[in-house]
C-alpha cells in the first residue's frame, strides 16, 4: 500500500465535500472578503491551483532528475502572490476555477499514488541551504491545502 494512501483519501474527501460549498457561495463572499494577505477566496483557490500543479511538477522532476535537484520554488521571495496576480485569479471565472482546482487536485492525487517509493529521498533544493525530500514534499501538501481551506472557512463564516 502507498505510504501515503490516507492522505490521498483525505484530500480527496476535502475535494469532494468543498466543491459544491464553493459553487454555491455568492460573488461577494468569494470576490470581496480578504484574508490577512489580503488574498480573496478565488486567489486563495488560484493560489491552491498553482500548489497543486508547482507540486506534481516536483513530484515528477524528483523521480528521474540529478539528486540533489535545482528546481525553482514558485513561493518564495513573494512570487506566489505574483502567480496569483499574473494569473487575475481575482476574475476568473468561478466554476472554471472551481473545477481548475479540483481536477489539478485529482491528478496530483494521482502522480502521489503512483510515485516511485524507491525515490522517496531524493532531494530538491527549495532555497539557500535548505533541501526538500520526496517523501517530505508529498507529506506535507495536505497540510498547505488545509491551511487554506481554512482560511477560506474563515472568510466565509466572516
Given at each position: 500500500?502507498?505510504?501515503?494512501?490516507?492522505?490521498?483519501?483525505?484530500?480527496?474527501?476535502?475535494l469532494?465535500?468543498?466543491?459544491?460549498?464553493?459553487?454555491a457561495?455568492?460573488?461577494?463572499?468569494?470576490?470581496n472578503?480578504?484574508?490577512?494577505?489580503d488574498?480573496?477566496?478565488?486567489q486563495?483557490?488560484?493560489?491552491?491551483?498553482?500548489?497543486?500543479?508547482?507540486?506534481?511538477h516536483?513530484i515528477?522532476?524528483?523521480?528521474?532528475?540529478?539528486?540533489?535537484?535545482?528546481?525553482?520554488?514558485?513561493?518564495?521571495?513573494?512570487?506566489?502572490?505574483?502567480?496569483?496576480?499574473?494569473?487575475?485569479?481575482?476574475?476568473?471565472?468561478?466554476?472554471?476555477?472551481?473545477q481548475?482546482?479540483?481536477?489539478?487536485?485529482?491528478?496530483?492525487i494521482?502522480v502521489?499514488?503512483?510515485?516511485?517509493?524507491?525515490?522517496?529521498?531524493?532531494?530538491?533544493?527549495?532555497?539557500?541551504?535548505?533541501?526538500?525530500?520526496?517523501?517530505?514534499?508529498?507529506?506535507?501538501?495536505?497540510q498547505?491545502?488545509e491551511l487554506?481551506?481554512?482560511?477560506?472557512?474563515?472568510?466565509?463564516?466572516?
Amino acid at each position: 500500500m502507498n505510504p501515503f494512501e490516507n492522505d490521498c483519501q483525505n484530500v480527496l474527501k476535502l475535494l469532494k465535500d468543498w466543491e459544491p460549498r464553493l459553487l454555491a457561495l455568492p460573488e461577494e463572499i468569494i470576490s470581496n472578503r480578504k484574508n490577512i494577505q489580503d488574498r480573496s477566496i478565488r486567489q486563495i483557490l488560484g493560489h491552491l491551483f498553482d500548489s497543486a500543479s508547482n507540486n506534481i511538477h516536483r513530484i515528477v522532476h524528483l523521480q528521474y532528475r540529478e539528486n540533489p535537484m535545482s528546481f525553482p520554488n514558485y513561493a518564495t521571495f513573494g512570487n506566489n502572490d505574483r502567480w496569483i496576480a499574473i494569473q487575475d485569479y481575482q476574475h476568473e471565472n468561478w466554476q472554471d476555477l472551481v473545477q481548475l482546482w479540483k481536477y489539478a487536485n485529482h491528478h496530483l492525487i494521482h502522480v502521489i499514488r503512483n510515485v516511485d517509493l524507491t525515490k522517496l529521498e531524493n532531494q530538491w533544493i527549495s532555497g539557500e541551504d535548505k533541501l526538500i525530500s520526496l517523501r517530505e514534499n508529498i507529506e506535507y501538501y495536505p497540510q498547505h491545502f488545509e491551511l487554506h481551506l481554512k482560511e477560506m472557512e474563515e472568510l466565509i463564516n466572516f
